[in-house]
């Protein structure tokens, strides 16, 4: 930055650029400047100082599952709900869900009330969710020959921007 002098009436501009870490989500930041230092006397201190804040955005995403037959036979065919809200205080975008079925189970259908979903991978992506809304993936698979025992389906949110904390 130029140190020169600065004629009466005219400015000069500093822009900083900053990147917010996680650990700031749903906080709000302010940065301040002042100004130190002077050639001349100032005789209106009162103007020598600003700030500007910023609130961090954030979303608190919920995940939650349920089965349709929690007893099936072998052959019986299974379906998990899972939904996904966003308890806020923001909007959540760039969502991804990961659902991959489990040993002993077959993909037979899927349906979503938003974005869409790979079976192959166990993908949902779902995009944007406003503070407040939620989202259903419904997941129909067929109990395998040689299952015995409990099988366990897990669903983890692998994606989510704003940070959720």
């Given amino acids: 930055m130029d140190r020169g002098a600065v004629d009466g009436g005219a400015g000069a501009t500093l822009t900083l650029a900053a ?33 500007a804040a910023v609130t961090v955005q954030s979303a608190d995403l919920a995940l939650s599952m349920s089965v349709d037959r929690p007893t099936p036979n072998v052959g019986d065919t299974v379906t998990f709900a899972v939904n996904l809200a966003n308890e806020g205080p923001h909007t959540a975008t760039g969502i991804a ?22 079976g192959g991978t166990g993908l949902w992506t779902v995009g944007t969710l ?15 020959s040689g299952v015995g025992g409990a099988i366990t389906n897990t669903a983890t949110i692998t994606a989510a921007g704003p940070f959720d904390p």
């Avoid at 002077?38 to 700030?51: E, H, K, R, V």
């Avoid at 406003?130 to 129909?140: E, F, I, N, P």
């Fill in 19 to 51: 990147i917010v870490g996680q650990a700031l989500a749903g906080t709000t930041v302010t940065n301040a400047a002042s100004v130190t230092a002077a050639d001349q006397p100032d005789y209106d201190t009162t103007n020598n100082s600003a700030s």
């Fill in 130 to 144: 406003s503070s407040g809304a939620g989202a259903v993936l419904t997941l129909s698979a067929v109990i395998g």
């Fill in 97 to 118: 869900v990961t659902d991959l079925l489990p040993p002993g189970l077959s993909y037979a259908s899927h349906s979503a009330s938003q974005g869409g979903y790979v």
